[in-house]
């Protein structure tokens, strides 16, 4: 995992837990508190209505009580209780009373009931008039009364004559649950008689509803809502077994809902907003965690790339963490470059001791290799050849002649013409050098200058007899150098050619034996190639030369590198 | 008017032929305006279980028609007697929770039957100086029968219907109408003399008028009922007895 990545993750996590937790938390609360806000409202609301109901009720108990007070209906009680032969007329005339003052004061159902309760006579409103009624005994004093199909709201009153109760009339409404101003719903027995609670199924409700005390408020649930119920008219707490119950029956999820809906809307954007920002501020703060950690592995990582070990400037980064890091990183780098010099410095010091080893062993060829490793190096500069290239022609031109360290000082130092198999011998020491250099670690790159450097263009040269670009740009350059100084050198059986000389020789041979481009090169150099002055030590003039040149040409790749970190 | 007298002039020389002694007493009430406000009772109903009873519309009568023919025109004078003519037992039906008729005018010393046509019971009486009775209750077909010998108004009610109310007007000799529809009244065969002519409205009260009624003419008697609506406190400026020619 990246460290930006878990950087933003425990950063962002525990961040957006906490905060979907706490919203969660606020939310849950807030709901609650809209629920409870609302079911104080509609319990305020039930109340309220069921106070009115009383007072209508208490009204029409005030009515009643003057109708109860009619003479002639006392007559007619009075008829009742003394006509025995008819009866049925009797009870028609007081069923005829009954109509008129019920027709009179707009109630749907009036009864009497004798003083012991028994019923006496009734009438009920229908659709053209009024019609006796079945007779049953009707609630004592206050509830509902089901007869002939419909269900009526029965209030009762005494009639008295004197102190002597003779009978009862009832009064009733045809009851319509519709007309209740709230949702409610009618039970008898236990059982759904009518509902009007949208909704609510009405064998559920009768489930829920069963739990319910009979005068006290209760909240219910039905089809995965809540209900809240209160008792408004209750007959059954009265005695009868199946008496009448009328509930106010109203959802209070339905009622919370527009609000609940407002909250969730809230807080889910409120949310998801937060949760954006934190998701930015994580994000922001994982990266300025790993920014500067980033930079230096990106440049760690360059420098893998290009070789060079960077230095990172001191105290410019605000991370203490950070300074303490690349601060290591630059001691652990100086170290390393230190290691590095010492490197180069054996490496000077090794190929050093293989060029005096060379020139010691032949007075004659003192300072060949240096010579020639320096015409190479302006023939590669004329030639605009730069970079790796050019050190390779550098350095591989002073190894050139390395292998003729396999070569036995008789043969190498022989006076005289050289024979056949002498001059077999000789042409050995490109192979021999490979051979050497082939075993040192990191000195792959100059073989080719060391084992080609004899190539001809035309292909007549050894040992491969690569004809033209075969042989690569290095080793054309070098054989060049190398014809010109072996020209321009004294030998035991010649002395050196001039100049002028050399440079023909090199003209003509351009084409069939040289690189033509290489040549021409050369000739661009004029005067620059001079001879050094026959008489000079050559020995040490060849060391000196040598060890100056490796190390300042050794030293220069690092050098750059250190001005650019 | 023209036409009115012509024809009282036939009916007076019928008269004169028949009964040379005696001569008719006519005239004619007017009223103008209605007078009684009265509440449509529903007709008191079969109540079988589960028929309805209809309700009885009001009818269409013409409310001035009724008032007309509610005011009672009689005779009042020393000399009057009993007639000759043979007294027709009048009755007072209970029929859909009404007295019907709601006014009978009968002579002092009649009976007046007071029969049940309801399905129901009616309790029959009356708290009237001039004859106060209470019939008990008494169902369908079955009648009671009560004598007046006292001349007034009695005013007759049932116990168990307070909205049913009946008048009977007695009257102290045989000559007494209750005015028609359309206003007029004839007093028939009235013995020559001087008279007063009564005439009664139940809310517009007692006018009165004197005549002279001879054997050879008959007489003419105009009322003018000046009724106040009913609940109105204005008092009609020609409230009062109108006498005709």
Redesign the interface.
Known sequence: MRFATRAFLWSFLPFAALLAGSFWTVRTAALSAVREALRTSVRDNQVTLVREREQSESRNTRILRVAAEN??LK??LQ?LA??RS?RE?????V???L??IC?TMGFDFLAVSGASGEPLAG?IR?????????LKPVPPAKGFFAT?GHIFQVTSVTIAQGDERVGTLAVGERFDLAGVAMPAVLLHGGSVVAITTPGANKSETEAALHKCAPSAECEVRIGGETYMSMPLENSAAQGAEDGFTLRSLRSLDAAAAPAQLVLRRVFLSAGLASLAVAIALGAFSSRSIVQPLADVVARLRESGKTGVLPVFAKGKRGVREISELTDSFNHAAASIREGQDQLVRAYVEFVSSLASALDARDPYTAGHSLRVSEYSCAIARAMNVEGQEHELIRVGALLHDIGKIGISDAVLQKQERLTEEEEALIRQHPVIGKKILECVHGFEAYLPVVELHHENWDGSGYPRGLKGEETPRTARIVKVADAYDAMTSDRPYRRGMRHEQAISILEKYAGTQFDVAAVQAFLTLGDIIQRPAAGDDPVHNSLQHLAAALRMETASPVAPEESRA | MSRSILSSIAVGLIALASHASASDVRGIVTIERKLTPRNVTPAAGLYQRGSPVALESDNHENALDYERSHVVVYLEGDRLGASNAPVVPAKMEQQNRRFSPDLVVIPAGASVSFPNFDPIFHNVFSLSKAKSFDLGNYSKGQTRMVAFPKAGIVAVYCHLHPNMTGTIVVTPNPWGVRVDAKGQYTLADVPPGKYTVVAWHKTGGTFRKNIEVTSSKDSEADFFVPLAELGVGEKDNHAGLHTGH
């Open positions: 003479p002639a007559a007619g008829l003394t006509e008819a007329t009797a009870r028609r005339t069923e005829d009373q109509s008129e027709d009438v229908g659709q053209e008039g009024f019609a006796a009624m079945d002939q």
